[in-house]
């Protein structure tokens, strides 16, 4: 399984505020159309690798993976979105209670919190990114 779908399972557990846990695809067809909200989308966002830990023997790599959860949530009566601005802040709070301090069994160390981003206030939608870090080791196979 991947670290993507590890964190949409986490997401999507018993007790999810949440109506629509997905992956990047379901915020390609988001962008197309309307869907249920609340809603979170899990991509990876950026991953850098350092340099080889090894002196000798197989290559082993320390990985970075910036995750990021894009949150939308949507108001049709509030074309301002002022309402579900404030309603954001309770999904953020889900999000990074679910995800900091997670260990996901790939991972060399517990999940961080990088930053969070307000995307965009549109037509009583509100869409937020919350990014969080995973530390897991690349290795050459023998």
Known sequence: MSLVE?????LDDAGTPFRVVGGAAGLAV??????????????????????????????????ETDI??????ENLGDPRGGTVADDIEALKAFVRARLIGFRP??????????????????GGAVWAEERFSCARFLEELP
């Open 30 to 63: 988001l962008e197309q159309r309307r869907t249920r909200t609340p809603a979170a989308f899990v991509m990876v966002a950026e991953e850098a690798s350092g340099a080889n830990e090894r002196m000798t023997g197989p290559v082993l790599q320390r990985l």
């Open 68 to 73: 990021a959860v894009v949150l939308v949530l």
């Open 105 to 122: 069994d790939s991972a060399a160390e517990p999940m961080e919190h990088v930053s969070g981003e307000l995307l965009k206030v549109r």
């Open 6 to 10: 590890v964190i949409i399972g986490r």
